[in-house]
């Protein structure tokens, strides 16, 4: 028997290899809806340099640094825009991100609309994903659940009116209420009021959009919100990180 070439051992190990990069990709990642349990301000800080409405927020903001000061000023996860062409977001901003040392479990924003994102979402580093009710049929988002959970990713579904809460039947890890409707851009934090007790009881639920008072943040945890998704509060003050960290201060 001739002996294995040495071409053919290379080959073996960087097969070997790649299986374990797609082993470690499936893996459950730090989970968002165990984070926001845990936390005692449960605030997801999100990385988000331009919204649709506003403009560029903070251009020059680095997804090495500002990340990385969340966490290190006592966020309980993070949230980073990956959609170029309204957020000025990137996949990469996940990557560099990670890279810099954070540990956090990460959210995937963007609009999924297909299974490819998923796989991204996966690729990139991020721990949950963003679905979002008016995007897509029950059936569609059903479909993508299932994909992500199977990539390892948790999901935050995210609904806006009292119409799309019979998605709550899909059973998400983590349910959000937007207090911005996608359409106008208008922002209502009593959305959250309205809609928290027609929820599932035993789910862990976020509010996000126009959330930047203390007060309102224990007032949406008393009525059983365990997650503030809060971006544009932060991103918007010369240090974000900081300014993270003067809000659970007040807290």
């Known amino acids: 028997m001739s002996p294995i070439s040495p071409m ?18 499936r893996q459950k990642k730090p989970s968002l809806r165990q984070a926001l349990l845990d936390s005692p301000t449960g605030i997801i ?82 721990s949950a994903v963003l679905l979002i009710a008016a995007c897509l049929p029950k059936e569609e988002l059903r479909a993508l659940m299932v994909k992500a959970h199977e990539l390892g990713l948790e999901v935050l579904l995210e609904m806006h009116s009292e119409a799309e809460l019979d998605y709550c039947e899909l059973e998400p890890d983590v349910y ?18 309205r809609l928290a007790e027609l929820l599932p009881k035993d789910a862990v639920k976020v509010s996000e959009s126009g ?25 918007k003050t010369p240090d974000p990180g900081q300014a993270l960290k003067q809000l659970i201060e007040q807290i």
């Open 176 to 193: 959000g209420i937007n207090n911005r409707n996608l359409g106008s851009f208008v922002t209502d934090v009593d959305n959250s009021f």
């Open 8 to 25: 053919k051992d290379v080959l073996q190990e960087i097969v070997a290899h790649k299986r374990e990069e797609l082993a470690a990709m």
């Open 45 to 126: 800080a999100e990385f988000k340099r331009r919204s649709p409405s506003k403009g560029w927020i903070k251009e020059e903001g680095r997804a090495s640094e500002i990340p990385l000061s969340y966490q290190q000023n006592g966020a309980a996860a993070l949230s980073i825009l990956t959609d170029k062409q309204y957020f000025g977001g990137h996949d990469r901003f996940i990557m560099e991100a990670r890279q810099s040392g954070v540990t956090l479990p990460v959210l995937y924003k963007n609009f999924v609309i297909d299974e490819m994102q998923l796989y991204e979402a996966a690729l990139c580093g991020a």
């Open 211 to 235: 959330i930047s008072k203390p007060e309102t943040i224990r007032q949406l945890r008393q009525a059983g919100f365990r997650g503030f998704l809060i971006g544009e509060t932060f991103m």
